[in-house]
């Protein structure tokens, strides 16, 4: 993922995206779905209600009567769902699991504040259309590797090349904060007595690698104050021209996270790790976000308090200490809701996740069976993971002046049953084709033996 040295699928697959480019269909410039029940999120769900689009963005929401309008949707019967937004996924950055070749996910080193999860995106990812045909229309693929792993990117789930799908280029910074876990374990009866180490040195360790994240940040601020009123910094793929002489690119990476416009993501799931890694970012003022979050419902009151939002990567995490219910995991979003904390709905980042990023519609409907209210289900999907991005002001909910970023359902979206019937993207229809449509029609279609 160095901006400097794309890796060898990226350079194939823009060739092969030239090669076999075609040109655009015009949309239509205006759109109207009507008498559908339209879930605005940041408002009342409406009854028999219109959206109406023009030029990629929504015009009107309600009762508009009959709008003229080139394209006209009948909605009768199904439901209005703006595009729902996945956060701390690893989708474009890895495929096949088990084949080395296509991950691309992790850099060396513990401190990478320089590397760019956009230009490693494959943008011919078949996971990226498995993920879309279940309403997700944008995704954040996170870096890993290290303690501070760089930044993330927004994808939106559509396009040709990796620059049309850099929705956001400049997602978050991504902090993984070390365990306070220590292990006990007498050197005799280690596994491994050669990398055995004691409780002290476990301690010292971590002590060091959060003295030396702390002192990072020292010196960004630092850089950012030396640079004065200087021009933004150019990042990689953001400008065509140069960074000024003198520039340094890890320093340049973290000046818009010194200045606040840019969100750092904290993953940190003990309680211990939570409450330290907010300690850390309210001294340093930085724009906070929880990600993981495991063990935040027990501090739920603390993170209000802070308004700090947690993406919460563990519907289906087993519980993790004895005494905890079977549901501890199932009821957390609901006590972090009620307390006031805005809770998204995450995928996470194991070795599986980039696959299951289209269940994340049933995780949270797997939270509403355990307390957690619809409507807080639904905006955990949508507006509360464009908050916690800073792109509410384009995604997230059906309003006048954002994106036409939206998809008709057969049903409630967290019913099982229910399926994405259409979907649009910036007034664009986008084809909801994947690996299991064609799997599904191929098999669909075999002939059957004869019988004997």
């Known amino acids: 993922m160095n901006p400097c040295l794309p890796p060898c699928h990226l350079a194939v697959g823009l060739a092969i995206g030239v090669l076999l480019a075609v040109p655009t269909v015009t949309p239509a410039t205006t759109l109207l779905i009507r008498d559908a029940t339209v879930h605005t999120v940041s408002g009342p769900v409406l009854n028999s209600a219109s959206v109406l689009v023009r030029d990629g963005r929504i015009a009107a929401v309600g009762d508009l009567g009959q709008p003229a309008a080139e394209e006209i949707v009948d909605g009768r019967g199904l439901h209005v769902y703006p595009g729902l937004v996945a956060l701390t996924t690893t989708l474009g950055l890895t495929e096949v699991e088990a084949v080395r ?38 995704a954040q693929t996170v870096p890993l590797g290290g303690i501070l792993s760089g930044h993330s990117a927004v994808l939106q789930l559509a396009g040709w090349t990796v620059e049309e799908l850099a929705f956001r280029r400049l997602g978050a910074l991504h902090v993984f904060w ?8 007498p050197k005799e009866k280690a596994p491994a007595p050669d990398r055995w180490k004691s409780v002290e040195d476990q301690e010292r360790d971590r002590d060091q690698r959060l003295a030396a994240l702390d002192s990072l940040f020292a010196e960004a601020e630092a850089y950012q104050a030396a640079r004065g009123n200087h021009p933004p910094p150019v990042l990689p793929g953001t400008a065509t021209q140069r960074p000024a002489a003198g520039a340094i690119p890890a320093w340049e990476a973290m000046v818009p996270v010194i200045r606040g416009e840019c969100p750092v993501f904290l993953h940190a799931d003990g309680i ?5 890694a907010l300690a850390w970012a309210a001294r340093r003022k930085l724009r906070a976000v929880l990600a993981g979050g495991r063990d935040a419902w027990r501090i739920a009151e603390e993170l209000a308090a802070q308004k700090v939002p947690v993406a919460y990567e563990h519907v289906f995490t087993l519980p993790p200490r004895e005494q905890d219910g079977y549901d501890v995991q199932f009821r957390a979003p609901a006590v ?13 980042l194991d070795r599986f996740a980039a696959s299951n990023v289209r269940h994340l519609p049933y995780e949270a409907a797997q939270a509403v069976a355990f307390g957690l209210s619809a409507d807080e289900a639904v905006r955990g999907l949508t507006l509360n993971p464009a908050r916690a991005l800073g792109l509410d002001d384009r995604l997230g909910s059906l309003e006048p002046g954002k994106d036409a970023t939206f998809f008709l359902c057969s049903g409630d979206l967290l019913d099982l049953r229910a399926r994405v019937l259409r ?18 029609e191929r098999y669909r279609q075999r002939p059957v033996p004869a019988s004997p």
């Not at 972090?336 to 996470?348: E, K, R, W």
């Open 336 to 348: 972090l809701a009620q307390a006031g904390v805005p809770v998204s709905f995450a995928s996470g």
């Open 101 to 138: 070749a296509t991950r691309d996910t992790t850099e060396v080193g513990a401190f990478r504040p320089d590397v760019f999860a956009w230009v490693a995106v494959n943008p011919d990812s078949e996971l990226i259309p498995v993920a879309r045909a279940n309403g997700i229309t944008h």
């Open 272 to 276: 211990r790790e939570i409450r330290s």
């Open 423 to 440: 979907l649009w993207i910036e007034g664009r229809e986008t084809s909801l084709e994947s690996r299991h449509t064609r799997l599904y």
């Open 178 to 185: 070390p365990s306070f876990d220590l292990d006990h374990t």
